[in-house]
């Protein structure tokens, strides 16, 4: 079993940053991919970002492009997500989550089979 357990978030005014971390514990193998969620009030859980852990190919919600970051420590197993620019649109609480990608993907897409879930945190942008 692998555990993800999330820290950061918080409430921020529009423009502003937060950084989101995802610390894996338990079995070594949980997935090459890793991604952040996150779930709006009323709204269904949608996908923002991606990483293949093995060669950092990343993807990006077009939501969230050029303004959020998914990365990862391998050796701390943590993946981060980096959110500057926040706006409104951007509360919700935000959940990571590890996975594999289809066969024959060299990147991760929303549709790879996650296995795993973070517990969750709320990120709140104020305008």
């Known amino acids: 079993q692998v555990q993800l357990v999330q820290s950061g978030g918080g409430s921020v005014q529009a423009g502003g940053s937060l950084r989101l971390s995802c610390a894996a514990s338990?079995?070594?193998?949980?997935?090459?991919?890793m991604a952040w969620f996150r779930q709006a009030p009323g709204k269904e859980r949608v996908g923002v970002a991606t990483?293949?852990?093995?060669?950092?190919?990343?993807h990006y919600a077009e939501s969230v492009r050029g303004r959020f970051a998914i990365s990862r420590d391998n050796a701390n197993r943590t993946t981060y997500l980096q959110m500057n620019s926040l706006t409104p649109d951007d509360t919700a609480v935000y959940y990571c989550?590890?996975?594999?990608?289809?066969?024959?993907?060299?990147?991760?897409?929303?549709?790879?089979?996650?296995?795993?879930w973070g517990q969750g945190t709320q990120v709140s942008v104020s305008s």
């Open positions: 338990g079995d070594d193998y949980s997935g090459n991919c």
């Open positions: 990483l293949l852990a093995t060669i950092r190919t990343t």
């Open positions: 989550a590890s996975g594999t990608q289809p066969d024959g993907y060299t990147w991760c897409p929303l549709s790879s089979t996650w296995h795993y």
